[in-house]
């Protein structure tokens, strides 16, 4: 019962946080599905509405031509037939395995990769409070003392080095540290400096060939942590990451009050991984399970009922 309130609560935050996308978006589909014919305009204008909510180019081009296929191969003549068809094409696409979790019932090190700012440590904090709170063995390792805060908050075991200590040094003394603490999940903070390509290829092999030697029972996620707000660069680097290490998730930070919503799109589209959990606030319960059904409803949906709700949530300043 508590976890479904809480669910909903999320859902409306989620829904709220993407007032700004889905404002834009809904008023632009009224007008594009309204149109009399599904002639090159239609296609033109539908194109436009995803490119102005950051769903990328290529992103956009692939589901405009998904839905093309439809009309011709269903004899569809109505562009408000082409609403729901739409929908469904970008849900398909986002749909997330269930075996991308499978990492949280297995000995884990979680690697935890980004730049700076983006929200890495906020993400290690929320997780590590959840998986406790889900009785699981957690330990938290970084470079930097700002992790200490949240593992106070999250109750749990935190291994840390200096501001700027080797990551490597810190990943070997965590892995010591959850050998012999049995623990289940070890949240590593990889301290995200993108001073060069090269060093930073080397540093992230250098964990992993420290993980793998050293604890080699453990599997090795990866996550990068992307900041939602920043549209199109949040997709150069996750890009960037993937072109030096191996990703297995995606996580997209504060998509409380973006007008990018459609981001989160475009990066699973165009990297082909896939985003396992986003951020909408600062709070614990702000960090969820992606659930690309209602991403794309919170995104596409008109507004209903839960308007009012929403009002609240958004307040005066949006
Ligand atoms: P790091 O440098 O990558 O470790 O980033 P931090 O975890 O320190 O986060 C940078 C800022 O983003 C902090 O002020 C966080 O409170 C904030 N932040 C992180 N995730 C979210 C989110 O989902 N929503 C909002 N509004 N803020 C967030």
């Not at 996580?251 to 990297?271: F, N, P, R, S, W």
């Not at 709070?283 to 839960?306: C, H, M, S, T, W």
Request: glycine share 6%; aromatic share 6%.
């Amino acid at each position: 019962m508590a976890e479904e309130k809480e669910k909903k609560g999320f859902f409306a935050r989620l829904k709220a946080g993407l007032a700004k996308t889905r404002d834009n978006i809904v008023e632009s589909f009224t007008d594009v599905f309204g149109a009399s014919h599904i002639d090159d305009d239609f296609y033109e204008n539908l194109e436009e509405t995803f490119i102005m909510a950051d769903m990328g180019y290529e992103t956009t081009e692939k589901v405009i031509e998904g839905l093309k296929q439809k009309v011709e191969d269903s004899h569809i003549k109505e562009p408000a037939a082409c609403k729901e068809l739409v929908i469904n094409i970008i849900k398909n696409q986002m749909s997330v395995d269930d075996s991308a979790y499978d990492f949280e019932n297995k000995k884990s090190v979680v690697l935890v990769i980004g730049v700076n700012g983006v929200g890495k440590t906020t993400t290690i904090g929320k997780l590590a409070a959840q998986y406790r709170q889900r009785g699981k063995k957690v330990l938290m390792a970084a470079a930097i003392d700002q992790l200490k805060t949240w593992a106070d908050r999250a109750q749990v075991d935190i291994i840390s080095h200096n501001e700027g200590a080797d990551p490597a040094a810190v990943v070997y003394d965590a892995v010591a540290a959850a050998k012999a603490r049995d623990t289940d999940i070890l949240l590593v903070d990889t301290a995200g400096r993108l001073h060069n390509k090269k060093n930073l290829m080397d540093e992230l092999a250098k964990m992993r060939r420290i993980i793998t030697r050293d604890y080699p029972e453990a599997n090795v996620e990866a996550l990068i942590v992307l900041d939602g707000t920043t549209g199109q660069n949040a997709l150069e680097q996750a890009r960037q990451f993937s072109n030096v290490t191996e990703l297995d998730g995606i996580v997209i930070t504060k998509l409380d009050g973006t007008a990018k919503g459609g981001i989160a799109i475009a990066i699973q589209a165009e990297l082909d991984v896939p985003v396992k959990f986003i951020g909408v606030g600062e709070k614990i319960g702000d960090l969820q399970r992606f659930d690309p059904q209602e991403y794309v409803n919170a995104l596409f949906a008109d507004f209903d009922e839960d308007r009012s709700e929403i009002d609240m949530l958004i307040g005066d300043d949006m």
